[in-house]
């Protein structure tokens, strides 16, 4: 019986065999599709040499363009409007920035788009903003300036309730990025929180020895990943937030704020004071705003921190018998005191005070120097100081100031703001300063010209620097004269 074989259907010519290199666009049936695409892919590059031919700036390479950015000056937002290349460009470039939204950084956005910062301010970002608010009050502070709500005005004396701080999560995340994503980080400022006594985290142990704990934070994070942080502004600090950056080994200038009036009030004691010194042992400039403290503090510093030469305490609250511990630094050139309601309450017997063998600069401003004890044991440790320098200072009389007869170095002296000083009590010192040589007296209105004594007058005569403005009337007579203003009326308006 014949066999029967079905015709075979004719093959596609299109199909291309199974092992073929060809792009997916030829496995299609259709010849147009084809076609339209390779219409499309010369269209294509047509376009992208005419965008070559109108956009020059794609001739230079992004080294060339990135040089040339940076002749520019600040600021240079404007260039990373033009396209997404000269915004990656600016963005590499930048290496400061003041940020004011914390979500920003928290989602990593601020650390993709500036990789190289090396200053960075997150004052303003830590303090969640509220829409506009109808009242129309602003808060100014030296650190930041923000609207006010309703919900700020609580009873807890505090202008800035919990609700406009950061959680302890939100900040820890937001300070993890940024220590992965800029690790060569010079300097920052960033606000602290208040964290609960059961989130201080597991014990560890310095280099020293010394045990503490909270090594699970964004600032431990940020102490170990930014090896190059040299300065800190640390605000709403406590002991467990120096116990965070007691890592930071190569910092060199770092301002603590423990309790500022009005915004926030955090504890900055002497466990705080001792972790910080035995941690950052490279300091050269320290101030201490609003912090606690007593003598173990402060000569804790001075025996750990060997290398510092600026201390700054800003209204601190420090406990009687501070002042003895400034004799273990043995390297502090300046010591400055500024808005201090009260020197030493209890400096203690004269003979324990000691002396700072290398001091040479002494400044109080806006300071009340009242307490004749304190003033005392101030100016017995800094005997070997060479500019003394009273600015706005409550207190100021001449039995007070006279104290300053035990500084025979004194080479500067300046006043300005002391209005209680007079003629008198100013000469008495000044003729016991032999070596002298540099004067500045600015609105201290119980200074007079005409008292000034003929003794006085030879002083000034051999002073290489003489600023002397004691009377704002003396001041203003001087500006007016021969200029027909400020006399009697009678004889300024003449009559017609």
């Excluded at 979500?103 to 990789?115: C, D, H, N, Q, T």
């Amino acid at each position: 019986m014949p066999s029967f074989n079905p015709p075979k259907k004719p093959s596609n010519p299109w199909k291309p065999p199974k092992s073929s290199w060809v792009p997916a666009f030829f496995l299609t049936r259709n010849p147009k599709t084809l076609n339209n695409h390779v219409f499309f892919k010369m269209q294509l590059e047509e376009d992208q040499q005419g965008k070559r031919r109108s956009d020059l700036s794609l001739l230079l390479s992004d080294q060339i363009l990135a040089g040339i950015l940076s002749k520019l000056p600040l600021p240079q937002l404007s260039c990373s409007l033009v396209c997404k290349r000269w915004c990656r460009i600016h963005g590499s470039l930048l290496q400061s920035l003041k940020l004011h939204d914390w979500s920003f950084l928290e989602r990593g956005r601020m650390v993709s788009r500036f990789p190289n910062l090396t200053d960075v301010d997150l004052i303003n970002a830590c303090i969640k903003r509220v829409p506009t608010s109808n009242w129309g009050l602003v808060l100014t502070h030296s650190m930041v300036t923000i609207p006010l709500d309703t919900s700020d005005l609580d009873l807890s004396g505090e202008l800035l309730g919990e609700g406009r701080r950061l959680v302890p999560e939100s900040l820890d995340q937001g300070l993890r990025a940024l220590a992965r994503g800029c690790p060569n980080l010079r300097r920052l400022r960033v606000v602290d929180v208040s964290r609960p006594i059961d989130d201080e985290g597991r014990a560890f142990s310095t280099a020293d020895g010394y045990e503490g704990k909270a090594l699970d934070t964004g600032l431990s994070m940020i102490a170990a990943e930014c090896l190059m942080l040299q300065e800190l502004e640390l605000h709403q600090c406590t002991d467990f937030s120096l116990r965070s950056i007691s890592n930071c080994r190569n910092l060199q200038v770092l301002k603590v704020v423990g309790c500022s009036e009005g915004l926030y009030g955090s504890v900055v004691s002497d466990v705080g004071l001792t972790t910080l010194a035995h941690g950052c042992k490279r300091l050269v400039k320290l101030e201490l705003c609003g912090c606690e403290g007593s003598y173990d503090g402060i000569s804790a510093i001075g025996m750990c921190c060997f290398m510092l030469e600026e201390l700054t305490l800003c209204d601190h609250r420090m406990e009687g018998g501070w002042i003895a511990g400034l004799k273990s630094c043995g390297n502090l050139k300046s010591l400055r005191l500024q808005s201090c309601r009260r020197i030493d309450s209890d400096p203690g017997p004269a003979e324990h005070l000691g002396l700072c063998p290398t001091l040479e600069k002494l400044q109080l401003q806006r300071c009340n120097v009242r307490d004749k004890q304190g003033m005392s044991a101030l100016f017995t440790v800094c005997g070997t100081v060479k500019e003394l320098e009273f600015q706005d200072c409550w207190g100021l009389e001449d039995e007070i100031f006279s104290i300053g007869s035990c500084c025979r170095r004194v080479k500067s002296l300046s006043l300005e703001g002391c209005s209680l000083l007079t003629t008198e009590g100013l000469e008495s010192l000044v003729l016991s300063w032999k070596e002298l040589q540099r004067l500045r007296v600015v609105s201290c209105n119980n200074i007079k010209d005409i008292e000034v004594t003929p003794s006085l007058a030879s002083v000034f005569s051999v002073l290489k620097e003489l600023k002397w403005r004691p009377d704002t009337k003396s001041v203003l007579a001087d500006s007016l004269f021969g200029t027909g203003m400020g006399g009697k009326g009678g004889k300024f308006f003449k009559r017609v």
